[in-house]
């Protein structure tokens, strides 16, 4: 009995921990950033992603092809003769025929390398594609991160205003202040109220930029990506598969690859055919039966191979060169958007420091003003510094994050 109870909570412990299991391992899994899973969401909507399937399909169904026997299938003739509608003496010929096309020498190796060079380039292409969606992504993104911190500072103005407003009026009815302090108070208010009526515009439409692409609105916590490595030179280290690189160089080696197949391919297909006969002369003699083989050769035209070789050589030359400029294009955004980072951070740095005087400065500003030390046009162009100041911070914090983005960006990194 004690070894039946035994197992019986063996099993209960056991089932208990299955259960529990998928839990422990959901809080284990890391959590994707905001900028990850908005890519993904992007990802699915993008309409070019839905047609890179059928090139993928394609690109396989021209290897299925290249991997055959023949380069094309072959075919079935049938065919009778008879002389019933002049002489009608017997006369019978019944004729088959089963034809193949054949690989020239070198034809076959050369498409089985296109083909494979066209798989690779629309893998390239996704990777690439996926690279200037997440460009994309990433500009509306921060966008609308500033738009939230404007807004959510010209709402903090207008509280602000609202509320030195109520104390002034208060302070004016019982002829503290004058009817000119009253009214800079009420002007601050409106000039407060219709800076939130703009930033609340701008911060729509960088919604809907953002949902345009996603489908979804973004998380409330938008936070920043993390800062790409750094060489000890002090430059952004370059990756060693840039999308943008890859996908040039993928349809460089396919133009390539169609060049050789333009210089293996100097006529149509020979055609190898097996036909069979079955006659004969008049209704008095026997059928015969005769089988052959026929093999036909197409003769090779030079100007359709010039048209074909220097239509191939210039797609490759045009690829090249697509290439070389990828690479420069690729170079240039890196070091631009490196020394953009470094920019960002000095600015950021400077942003502190402005704001800790501006808000030192407005402390003692309000509290002169509340001893009746200073006047009210003083306050208000002392807190507008010091409102500027937050927003300079602010949107340099948006700038800082942003351009770490814009480098991943010109690395090839994605989100």
Known sequence: MKLIAFR????????????NLPGYAADAAPARSGLAQALEQAWRLHPQAAALEGREAEARAAQDVAAGLTPEPGSLSIGSRNDRLNRNRGMQEYEVELATPLWLPGQKAAREAEA????????ARRVALRAELAGELRDAWWALAAARNARLLAARRLDTARALEADVSRRYKVGELSRIDANLAQ????????ELIETEATLLQADQALRTLTGTGAPQDMA???PPRVAQAGAPATPEAHPLLAAAAATARSARARVTVADESRRAAPELALRM?????DFAEPYANTVGIQLKIPFSSSALVRREGSAAQAEADQ??????RAQTRVRLETERAGRALDAAERQLAMAQERLALSTENLR???KAFSLGESDLATLLRIRAAAFDAEAFLDRQRVARAAAISRLNQALGVLP
């Open 187 to 194: 002007s601050e208010v409106h000039a407060a109220g219709a």
């Open 8 to 19: 019986r909570q063996l099993l209960i412990c056991a089932a208990g921990l299955a259960f």
């Open 364 to 366: 003692l500003s309000e």
């Open 319 to 324: 690829a090249d060169a697509e290439m070389l």
């Open 116 to 123: 494979a060079s066209r798989v690779d380039d629309v893998a």
């Open 224 to 226: 920043e990506e993390a």
């Open 277 to 281: 006969v079955r006659e004969r002369g």
